[in-house]
């Protein structure tokens, strides 16, 4: 569980973040929804340690993670995915799962130096498990593919296999279907349901698509002038008087 305590995040004297109280349960998908401008952004950027926070806690399981950086929030699995960068295009999609672990392990890669067999070893059991995440997101037939070819809604599913490459256990999500067409939209609905039911993953996933959000967000919650407005189920938002006028007003 993460619990988010009156955070700030201040750009100059601008407040996009200004005092956000939330908490994320275990093993749900928390939906985050609000107007343009609300906040979303800069507050998943701070819990996930990508910024640091002017003022606020945030904890973890009850511990103190407020402005820890990425790389230490990763060693405890909670990730931010990020788009796949553009120097990682020319690779195959099965490669850049395969790059995923041994960038976190130093040791490892230094081990490999000892021994060729080690190293044969290694590359065979990551790319069994690089095939086994492409199986379980429907994509094994872009396993060959260039990752610069890929469709938007195909590069998401990779995005999302780099978090299972770690066996992550909390993942947020920016803004999934951004150009995506409704029936990739629909299997990455379907394979982020999978992961959380099937294997306990906790996301946070900020989307504009409300069929999306219906479909595996429980609960939702609204952020509006970097505050939260309400949270509940998406019913109960989209009932929200508060919520109305927030998206009316812009
Ligand atoms: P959302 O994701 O809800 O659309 P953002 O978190 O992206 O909102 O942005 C909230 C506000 O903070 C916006 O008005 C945006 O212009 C501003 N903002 C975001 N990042 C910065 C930054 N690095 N410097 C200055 N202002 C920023």
Same mark, same amino acid.
């Given at each position: 569980m993460i619990?988010?305590?009156?955070?700030?995040?201040?750009?100059?004297? $601008?407040?996009?973040?200004?005092?956000?109280?939330?908490?994320?349960?275990d093993? %749900?998908?928390?939906?985050?929804?609000?107007?343009?401008?609300?906040?979303?952004?800069?507050? $998943?950027?701070?819990i996930a340690g990508?910024?640091?926070?002017?003022?606020?806690?945030i904890t973890m399981a009850g511990e103190d993670i407020t402005?820890l950086p990425p790389h230490e929030l990763f060693h405890k699995g909670l990730l931010r995915? $990020?788009?796949?960068?553009?120097?990682?295009? %020319?690779?195959?999609?099965?490669?850049?799962?395969?790059?995923?672990?041994?960038?976190q %392990?130093?040791?490892?890669?230094?081990?490999?130096?000892?021994?060729?067999?080690?190293?044969?070893?290694?590359?065979?059991?990551?790319?069994?498990?690089?095939?086994?995440?492409?199986? $379980?997101?429907?994509?094994?037939?872009?396993?060959?593919?260039?990752?610069?070819?890929?469709?938007?809604?195909?590069?998401?599913?990779?995005?999302?296999?780099?978090t299972?490459?770690v066996d992550a256990k909390i993942v947020f999500?920016?803004?999934?279907?951004?150009?995506?067409?409704?029936?990739?939209?629909?299997?990455? @609905?379907? @394979?982020?349901?999978? =992961?959380?039911?099937?294997?306990?993953?906790t996301?946070?996933?900020?989307?504009?698509?409300?069929?999306?959000?219906?479909?595996?967000?429980?609960?939702?919650?609204?952020?509006?002038?970097?505050?939260?407005?309400?949270?509940?189920?998406?019913?109960?938002?989209?009932?929200?008087?508060?919520?109305?006028?927030?998206? =009316?007003?812009?």
């Amino acid at each position: 569980m993460i619990v988010i305590e009156d955070v700030h995040k201040h750009f100059g004297g $601008f407040r996009a973040v200004d005092g956000a109280t939330l908490t994320i349960q275990d093993q %749900s998908i928390t939906g985050l929804i609000g107007p343009n401008g609300a906040g979303k952004t800069t507050l $998943f950027n701070v819990i996930a340690g990508v910024l640091k926070p002017t003022s606020g806690r945030i904890t973890m399981a009850g511990e103190d993670i407020t402005g820890l950086p990425p790389h230490e929030l990763f060693h405890k699995g909670l990730l931010r995915t $990020f788009q796949i960068a553009h120097e990682f295009g %020319s690779m195959t999609c099965r490669e850049n799962l395969m790059m995923v672990p041994g960038g976190q %392990s130093g040791e490892r890669l230094w081990d490999t130096w000892f021994g060729r067999k080690r190293i044969a070893d290694e590359e065979r059991a990551l790319k069994a498990k690089a095939d086994e995440v492409l199986e $379980f997101l429907t994509i094994s037939h872009i396993s060959n593919l260039r990752a610069g070819e890929i469709s938007g809604g195909q590069k998401k599913l990779l995005e999302l296999g780099r978090t299972m490459m770690v066996d992550a256990k909390i993942v947020f999500l920016d803004e999934v279907g951004a150009g995506v067409n409704r029936t990739l939209l629909y299997t990455i @609905a379907d @394979a982020i349901k999978r =992961l959380n039911e099937e294997r306990g993953y906790t996301f946070v996933v900020i989307e504009h698509d409300m069929d999306f959000i219906e479909k595996i967000c429980d609960p939702v919650i609204c952020m509006a002038e970097g505050k939260v407005l309400a949270e509940g189920t998406l019913a109960e938002i989209k009932a929200n008087e508060q919520v109305i006028e927030a998206y =009316l007003g812009t």
